[in-house]
């Protein structure tokens, strides 16, 4: 009876592990996953590299990437650009606005 009573426990503490695991892990900040595309060539965190973005405004950086996907012919930022949403870029533009 006692090994029957430690397997149920057992069993009840390992079904509930993976809801624990989700409920505790914090999940990134929106844009961050984007943005690290961006830190490929603007340098980590966007601080360095081709030009510091880390800091500019949110609003400055959606005004520059939506003029980029209009541009014609496209360089290759204009067709990075493209390849983004509204709701991509708003996300993108907010989270490097926080960097510093």
């Known amino acids: 009876m006692k090994r029957r009573n430690i397997l149920?426990?057992?069993?009840?503490?390992?079904?509930?592990?993976?809801?624990?695991?989700?409920?505790?892990?914090?999940?990134?900040?929106?844009?961050?996953?984007?943005?690290?595309?961006?830190f490929q060539c603007h340098g980590t965190n966007g601080s360095g590299g081709v030009e510091?973005?880390?800091?500019?405004?949110?609003s400055e950086i959606v005004k520059e990437l939506k003029e980029m996907q209009q541009k014609s012919p496209p360089k290759m930022m204009d067709m990075h650009a493209r390849g983004y949403t509204d709701a991509e870029i708003n996300q993108l533009a907010n989270y490097l606005a926080t960097l510093r």
């Open 8 to 38: 149920c426990v057992l069993a009840c503490s390992l079904a509930t592990m993976p809801v624990i695991a989700q409920t505790t892990a914090a999940a990134p900040p929106a844009g961050r996953l984007l943005a690290s595309n961006c």
């Open 52 to 58: 510091k973005i880390a800091g500019k405004s949110a």
